[in-house]
């Protein structure tokens, strides 16, 4: 999967077709431990697939029972990308933490498209309720709903975090499978940046520094060279990095629960690249969004909402 070129901010449901559910939910394939990531991708890189489209598809699902965050992971993590060493997760944890059931989808026989070249167009996370890290918790994902936009097929997967049967986090990606279609483009509003910006340097190590800690070997990330075989003039940082680099800068205006973060990829992050970090508190929520060093072109937007507990 890439973090690409996005194409709309949100759909604009005047020009898409119906969003279609997946098929019937096949059994979950339940996983006794985390696979090794280099061998999914391994796997994924040679997966093929043929989409029809407007076929629904398949309802996979996966799920891992009894993880425990690993407090020295967890410290990497937080190091990387900026959060205060605490007992808090990020919000982005998690998503790291059960990418592998992601993966596991992908490279099923029966999911219909190839794993490799999947654009990540957004990510949604909620943070429902806190919990003591060192408590078991059980993790799902499934293949979620679909929709035909101007650029092919955006397609979800759903993750979910359960401590002691209690939904503590949940997690919607939406991803696009390139391919024809009849629908007219949509216009995209310009994105706001208003105040002075946090200005950071994102060095060319940096994919390979979040590899180590993810397990995301993704060639796209490592090496220019390695990025090149993929159609990228240069290697560009994990999508979800840059989510958590951003939350990381606001990290003390967030609760421990109760809030979700909700982000849109607009170009990759090229390394490595000076950027641009706006925020600004709107209609009572956190907005933000990181732009290329002279401001004229978005890497992401994205917003901070207080939610129900």
């Not at 498209?113 to 429902?128: E, P």
């Not at 993750?159 to 939904?167: G, K, M, R």
């Not at 391919?179 to 940046?193: E, G, L, M, N, S």
């Not at 990330?221 to 560009?236: E, N, W």
């Amino acid at each position: 999967m890439t973090d690409k070129e996005n194409v709309l901010n949100m759909p604009n449901m005047d020009n898409i077709a119906k969003v279609t559910k997946p098929a019937n939910s096949q059994p979950p394939i339940v996983l006794q431990e985390l696979p090794s990531m280099p061998t999914l991708l391994g796997k994924a890189a040679f997966k093929s697939g043929t989409y029809v489209l407007g076929d629904p598809l398949p309802g996979l699902n996966t799920q891992i029972n009894d993880l425990v965050v690993n407090p020295e992971h967890l410290r990497a993590y937080q190091e990387l990308c900026g959060f205060q060493l605490t007992d808090k997760l990020p919000a982005t944890y998690l998503h790291m933490l059960g990418f592998p059931l992601f993966l596991n989808i992908l490279i099923q026989q029966d999911f219909p498209m190839r794993a490799m070249g999947q654009v990540h167009l957004r990510n949604q996370i909620s943070v429902h309720h806190a919990f003591d890290i060192r408590q078991p918790i059980n993790m799902s994902a499934a293949i979620g709903k679909s929709v035909v936009t101007a650029k092919g097929l955006e397609w979800d997967i759903d993750v979910s975090a359960t401590v002691d049967n209690e939904v503590v986090w949940s997690g919607e990606s939406t991803f696009l499978h390139r391919c024809k279609t009849d629908i007219p483009r949509a216009t995209t509003a310009p994105i706001r940046r208003d105040g002075e910006p946090l200005k950071w340097h994102v060095g060319a190590d940096i994919g390979r520094r979040y590899a180590r800690v993810s397990g995301d070997y993704n060639p796209i990330h490592l090496t220019d060279i390695t990025a090149k075989l993929f159609g990228f003039k240069q290697a560009i940082a994990h999508g979800m990095w840059s989510k958590a680099k951003c939350i990381a800068a606001l990290d003390k205006q967030i609760p421990d629960a109760g809030y979700s973060v909700d982000v849109t990829f607009h170009r990759p992050l090229f390394l490595p690249s000076d950027v641009l970090f706006y925020s600004q508190q709107r209609d009572g929520q956190q907005q933000f969004s990181l732009f290329n060093k002279p401001g004229q072109q978005a890497h992401l937007e994205g917003v901070i909402k207080e939610t129900s507990i």
